[in-house]
């Protein structure tokens, strides 16, 4: 069974910047794509930012020109550094790793709390 464990949530001032983390059993890099997700009180869960085994990298628009999300090799981890956070940005931080092959599966953190003060 594949274990994925979000750190580095906290609350923060608005401006401030928060470095989340996301490792899995048996190394998070071997995913096709891993994801971060966000879930604000009384709203949907949203996409926020993946990256994928090549590289590619998609945000959310609001977050683009803010948040970035990286992969380290040697500690095995994807980060999602955020800055410039605003209270908008307050929510549960999800880590999400995708398998394409051999059948196409999703492996789900428990998250993370992010909340920006005003």
């Known amino acids: 069974q594949v274990q994925v464990v979000e750190s580095g949530g906290g609350l923060v001032q608005a401006g401030g910047s928060l470095k989340l983390s996301c490792v899995a059993s048996g190394n998070i890099l071997r995913f096709d794509v891993v994801a971060w997700h966000r879930q604000a009180p009384g709203k949907e869960r949203e996409f926020v930012a993946s990256?994928?085994?090549?590289?590619?990298?998609n945000y959310l628009d609001s977050v683009k020109d803010r948040f970035a999300i990286s992969r380290d090799g040697a500690s095995m981890t994807v980060y999602l550094h955020m800055v410039t956070l605003k209270p908008e940005d307050t929510a549960v931080y999800y880590c999400?790793?995708?398998?394409?092959?051999?059948?196409?599966?999703?492996?789900w953190g428990q998250g993370t709390q992010v909340t920006v003060s005003s």
């Open positions: 999400a790793a995708y398998q394409a092959t051999p059948t196409w599966r999703t492996y």
């Open positions: 990256i994928s085994r090549g590289g590619n990298m």
